[in-house]
């Protein structure tokens, strides 16, 4: 802080001249600028260190052979783990479970989370206690909500399977598949109502009642006006409810622990870390797990075009 | 707006009905089970046959639960106090200062935001176990602080942009340093911008599994979430169903007063940004 106090003194004048644009560096904007890196800096170094550095380092072990239960067998293998994991049908397994997971949950979030947005956007009383009750299932810890589903369904104790002439979904890939993805529903309908009533409530009132007066139903004028002006909300919501889906653990991790083939790849991960300790392989499903998290990003963000969250700071 | 005719209102209050009963049945669920003695947990029917209050008392003299609640609560404070205090430091430079890779920071922000937790546990256990943090409250404050970063930068920086930006070039005008202008006019403006990102960071590492089970042995340091998973019933072939759900009751409590409380600012915290973006 001593070093650039002096500096920071003669800001006034000079500062607002390069704000608005001047190419060459003033003394003030030199000064601004050695307080922005100063600023973002303590940021900087903790995401560095807790997220780039560890990913890097992941790629180092995911082409090592490590096993924490042979360390001495350490040895450079190239791309050997990759190879074992992508033939191995545990993997592809994962990778299909977490995809079903993810689509189904997240598609039928869409759907449940604008009727929520319309629910809350079109009720005049309560809205206060809807909209507080719906925030519930968004900020109970997700292991708790786990347990909840999970004696829910366990035979001859929980409701839902007394309700469902005593079954046990849990015991059977489908079915504990389908209860995954209903606990996941449950659980992330709030939040995208959420982000799908902000987009809503920015719709002007006057459109809706100029394609009233000429005759539109409520159902083209969902698909003509509110649809489109909605665009870039969905995308966004869609966008951060794939990536969070896709990276599915805790509620499966209680419910299955990924037993009778539901386990999703940050299960299959996790278990290669502490049941095998095999660093290699378990930092191999990593960075493939990463490259998937990539994929799904560039393909949104294609489909966003210049709308990417955060686009417009940027530009600032 | 259309006429409200009866019917229609009758059938809005109904949907308003089905939100609050979906929202409630699971939570309803595990108060009646924490509430159920072991003979009443056998029996399928939401309201107990038979009452106790023996599953809370039960964790709540255990250190078992008590001290990973303790944990909780601190590693989540402290995590959120610096999380948010880094986070108002590099969302006010990138909303208000001059300087080149703004566009770098905010990716990287996204990026981490967006990162597959698992990829990360596998590299950082074994470098927490080479620097000695594996199983200490640093262990998980530190990934913490990382994951709560992105989301309190993004949230304050929109927030940030809202700030009549005028007061600080008037309290600059009167000599003050742009540090001084930070700290005297637009950290009190930014306040409620602060509890916002405060209470979403919070509820993040509240919530948080993944990392609390990798990152932790015993509970010295194992959180409350995570610490469920090691109670053990009455008998190794019980499954301790009521104390789970007691538990599971108690560290709901916070987020429902959260939530009573902050309700407008949290809905705010989640939806900036993310529309206008």
């Known amino acids: ?316 | 707006m259309a006429v409200i005719t009866p019917q229609r209102r009758i059938g809005w209050l109904s949907a308003n009905f089905v939100v609050i009963a979906l929202a409630l049945i699971p939570v309803l669920w595990l108060v009646s089970l924490s509430l159920k003695t072991p003979t009443a947990i056998l029996d399928p029917s939401f309201i107990p046959s038979q009452w106790t209050w023996g599953n809370y008392s039960g964790i709540l003299t255990s250190s078992q639960f008590l001290r990973p609640l303790l944990n909780s609560i601190g590693i989540g404070l402290i995590s959120t106090i610096i999380a948010v205090g880094l986070a108002s430091m590099a969302a006010y430079a990138i909303a208000r200062l001059q300087f080149p890779g703004k566009g770098v920071l905010i990716g990287m922000a996204l990026l981490i935001a967006m990162f597959p937790l698992i990829a990360l546990v596998t590299p950082l256990f074994t470098i927490e176990r080479a620097l000695g943090l594996f199983n200490t409250w640093p262990g998980l404050i530190i990934p913490y602080i990382a994951f709560g970063l992105p989301l309190g930068i993004y949230i304050l920086s929109a927030f940030f942009r809202e700030i009549p930006w005028e007061l600080e070039k008037a309290a600059k005008v009167d000599g003050a340093t742009p540090f001084q202008a930070f700290i005297r006019v637009i950290a009190p403006l930014a306040a409620p911008g602060m509890v916002t990102t405060a209470i979403l960071v919070f509820l993040a590492c509240w919530n948080d599994f993944i990392l609390a089970i990798s990152f932790t042995s015993t509970i010295a340091s194992r959180t409350a979430p995570a610490a469920m998973e090691y109670f053990s019933g009455g008998s190794v072939f019980t499954v301790p169903t009521g104390p789970i759900s007691a538990a599971a009751v108690v560290i709901t409590i916070p987020i429902i007063i959260f939530v009573l409380f902050f309700q407008r600012r949290i809905v705010a915290g989640l939806t900036s940004g993310a529309v206008k973006g």
């Open chain 1, 1 to 316: 802080m001593s070093t650039t106090t002096p500096a920071v003194t003669t800001t006034p004048t000079p500062a607002h001249a390069a704000k608005k644009g001047k190419p060459e560096l003033s003394e003030g904007a030199r000064a601004e600028r050695r307080l922005g890196f100063m600023l973002i800096a303590p940021a900087v170094i903790v995401m560095l260190a807790v997220a780039a550095y560890p990913i890097v380092y992941a790629v180092y072990l995911s082409l090592q052979r490590y096993n924490l239960a042979a360390p001495q067998n350490k040895a450079f293998i190239g791309f050997a783990n990759y190879a074992a994991v992508l033939s191995s049908q545990y993997w592809w397994q994962a990778l299909w479970v977490t995809l079903i997971i993810t689509v189904f949950s997240v598609a039928i979030t869409l759907v449940l989370g604008m009727l929520l947005a319309m629910v809350l956007h079109r009720t005049l009383f309560g809205r206060g206690t809807v909209r507080t009750t719906s925030l519930i299932p968004y900020g109970i810890v997700t292991v708790a909500a786990a347990y909840s589903w999970q004696y829910a369904w366990t035979p001859s104790q929980g409701y839902l399977s007394a309700a469902f002439n005593n079954s046990a979904p849990l015991t059977n890939q489908v079915q504990a598949i389908i209860v995954i993805i209903i606990a996941e529903i449950w659980k992330t309908t709030p939040f995208m109502g959420l982000l799908l009533l902000a987009g809503l409530s920015l719709i002007p009132e006057d459109l809706q009642n100029a394609a009233r007066v000429d005759g539109a139903t409520g159902w083209q004028r969902f698909v003509k006006i509110t649809l489109p002006l909605m665009k870039p909300a969905i995308l966004v919501a869609l966008l951060f409810r794939t990536l969070d889906s896709f990276r599915i653990f805790d509620t499966i991790f209680i419910l299955t622990a990924g037993n009778n083939g539901t386990g999703s790849v940050s299960i299959l991960g996790y278990d290669n870390l502490f049941n095998a300790l095999n660093l290699g392989i378990g930092s191999t499903i990593s960075i493939l797990i990463f490259i998937c998290v990539a994929i799904i990003a560039v393909i949104y963000i294609l489909g966003f075009g210049t709308a990417a969250p955060g686009s417009d700071i940027g530009k600032r």
